[in-house]
Each structure stands twice: as structure tokens, then as C-alpha cells.
């Protein structure tokens, strides 16, 4: 599966940004598709996953702030962020595990959209 992310951008403190993760095929068979975020000079790290049940998890750091939903009808997963912070800057990658074999930090990616949270 093909991923290509967008809504990416710079964004003052305390703003919000959607970003949106279009696949090639149809999205509600993927097992789990995830959002990562890498921040200069850090590992990448899990932000957000959904699974084709409809189950989520974040992470501590963006809990409350962060909310992913799949919109089946868009073939799209989007990641809507709140009350950005300037350590949510980073690029931010959409991931994709079409099967439950896939080892999570495996599977298809998009290239990243870059978010920077600055005043």
C-alpha cells in the first residue's frame, strides 16, 4: 500500500493542525495504520495508531491533544492536533501494517509531512 501525507505546516503555540494520510488502497482492511513523528537528532517515535477495529492509542505525550480517526469513505486516517506545542515539532510520518504479522515499526510509510509549532 501506497501513503502519501499532507496538512503539514507552522503553527504558533496553543494552534492546531490536521494532518490527513491517503492510501493507494482501501484503508478500513489495513490491520493498523499509525502516525510517527521524528524530531531532530531523536528516534522516531509512535504518536497515534488505529486498528481496523476502530481501537486507538497515543502517546502519554500527546493524550488529550491529539485525536486519529479513519474516514472510510476518504480512504483516509487523519491525525487532528490540538493545543500544539513547540516539542510537537517534528516530521511527521504516516505508517501502515496491512497485516497482524507485520512487526509494528514495519510496513508501508508515506515521506512525511514536516510540522513546526514556533512563535
Known amino acids: 500500500v501506497q501513503l502519501v501525507e499532507s496538512g503539514g505546516g507552522s503553527v504558533q503555540p496553543g494552534g492546531s493542525l490536521t494532518l490527513s494520510c491517503a492510501a493507494s488502497?482501501?484503508?478500513?482492511?489495513?490491520?493498523?495504520t499509525a502516525w510517527y513523528r521524528q524530531a531532530p537528532g531523536k528516534q522516531r517515535e509512535l504518536v497515534a495508531s488505529?486498528?481496523?477495529?476502530?481501537?486507538?492509542n497515543y502517546a502519554d505525550s500527546v493524550k488529550g491533544r491529539f485525536t486519529i480517526s479513519r474516514d472510510n469513505a476518504k480512504n483516509t486516517v487523519d491525525l487532528q492536533m490540538n493545543s500544539l506545542k513547540p516539542e510537537d515539532t517534528a516530521v511527521y510520518y504516516c505508517?501502515?501494517?496491512?497485516?497482524?504479522?507485520?512487526?509494528?515499526?514495519?510496513?508501508?510509510w508515506g515521506q512525511g509531512t514536516q510540522v513546526t509549532v514556533s512563535s
Open positions: 488505529i486498528t481496523r477495529g476502530g481501537s486507538t
Open positions: 488502497g482501501s484503508i478500513s482492511s489495513i490491520y493498523v
Open positions: 505508517n501502515a501494517r496491512v497485516v497482524p504479522q507485520t512487526p509494528e515499526g514495519f510496513g508501508s
